[in-house]
């Protein structure tokens, strides 16, 4: 059902997201789509833009970060990508680099309200889509290709790095894993469990269930041999 969802998602979503990374002349993409002179966005449409926004908070407050496994255009090419990854991060490493999450939406915080989420390439109003995308590159300011070229190394990190962007930069994702503490159902594990990590190893993100960079995307809900891994409202 997961694996269902997220490419039905793409259907809905993958366009947007492409325009957000490769044509958005913002420095904070899918935020400021309502003032965006490229008038062949998806993000353009008012029922569109909204509609996800209002999703997207309902899915935080019931579901916590499960946007991020069940709906993520990026989530899904992250997932994706992490079949091939074997690198194994050090445990000081894994307990230190999903801190820059929060960095990264400092950063993006700063750069929308403080700085006025400036523009940061000319935008490429109309035009075939490839085509464009390679009028932006000739055209974007040095800030526009650094935001854009850090976002592509993470996500080719992931070939190496199972999910390097979702588990270490992207700013929405460390937005919801604020929030996920206080949303009212998610994936748990109880206190039978052994810290045997048959869940961690089940998990594009690495970790157990309820903890950091946990995604509620339920890939861990058949693989504990306590079964100590639930789905619902977990009890105080």
Same mark, same amino acid.
């Given at each position: 059902m997961n694996?269902?969802v997220l490419?039905g998602s793409l259907?809905?979503?993958?366009?947007?997201?492409m325009?957000?990374?490769f044509?958005c002349p913002?420095?904070?993409p899918?935020?400021?789509?309502r003032?965006c002179?490229?008038?062949?966005?998806p993000?353009?449409?008012?029922?569109?833009?909204?509609?996800?926004?209002?999703i997207? $908070?309902v899915i935080?407050?019931?579901?916590?970060?499960?946007? &991020?496994g069940w709906i !993520? +255009?990026? =989530?899904?090419?992250n997932r994706?990508?992490?079949?091939?990854?074997?690198f194994?991060?050090?445990?000081?490493?894994?307990?230190?680099?999903?801190?820059?999450k929060?960095?990264?939406?400092i950063i993006a915080?700063?750069?929308?309200f403080?700085?006025g989420?400036p523009r940061?390439?000319?935008?490429?109003?109309v035009?075939?889509f490839?085509a464009?995308?390679?009028?932006?590159?000739?055209?974007?300011?040095?800030?526009?290709l650094?935001?854009?070229?850090?976002?592509?190394?993470? $996500?080719?990190?992931?070939?190496?790095?199972?999910?390097a962007? &979702?588990r270490?930069? !992207? +700013?929405f =994702?460390?937005?919801?894993?604020?929030?996920?503490?206080?949303?009212l159902?998610?994936?748990?594990?109880?206190?039978?469990?052994?810290?045997?990590d048959a869940?961690?190893?089940a998990?594009y993100?690495r970790?157990?269930p309820?903890?950091?960079?946990?995604?509620?995307c339920g890939?861990?809900?058949?693989?504990?041999?306590h079964?100590?891994?639930?789905?619902?409202?977990?009890k105080?």
């Amino acid at each position: 059902m997961n694996r269902i969802v997220l490419w039905g998602s793409l259907l809905f979503l993958g366009e947007w997201g492409m325009y957000g990374l490769f044509r958005c002349p913002f420095i904070v993409p899918f935020v400021s789509c309502r003032n965006c002179p490229i008038i062949t966005c998806p993000g353009r449409v008012a029922s569109f833009f909204w509609g996800f926004w209002g999703i997207w $908070l309902v899915i935080a407050v019931f579901f916590g970060r499960a946007f &991020c496994g069940w709906i !993520c +255009p990026g =989530g899904l090419a992250n997932r994706v990508v992490s079949k091939f990854a074997s690198f194994k991060l050090p445990e000081e490493s894994r307990q230190m680099l999903p801190y820059g999450k929060y960095l990264m939406l400092i950063i993006a915080l700063w750069a929308w309200f403080i700085v006025g989420q400036p523009r940061t390439n000319i935008p490429i109003r109309v035009g075939e889509f490839w085509a464009s995308i390679g009028l932006t590159f000739d055209h974007a300011s040095d800030l526009w290709l650094f935001r854009t070229s850090l976002v592509l190394v993470f $996500l080719a990190a992931g070939i190496m790095i199972s999910a390097a962007w &979702c588990r270490f930069a !992207c +700013p929405f =994702g460390g937005v919801l894993e604020l929030f996920k503490r206080f949303s009212l159902f998610r994936v748990y594990k109880t206190d039978a469990c052994t810290h045997c990590d048959a869940c961690r190893r089940a998990c594009y993100m690495r970790t157990r269930p309820d903890e950091t960079n946990c995604t509620n995307c339920g890939d861990c809900l058949n693989t504990c041999p306590h079964d100590c891994i639930h789905i619902g409202r977990k009890k105080a």
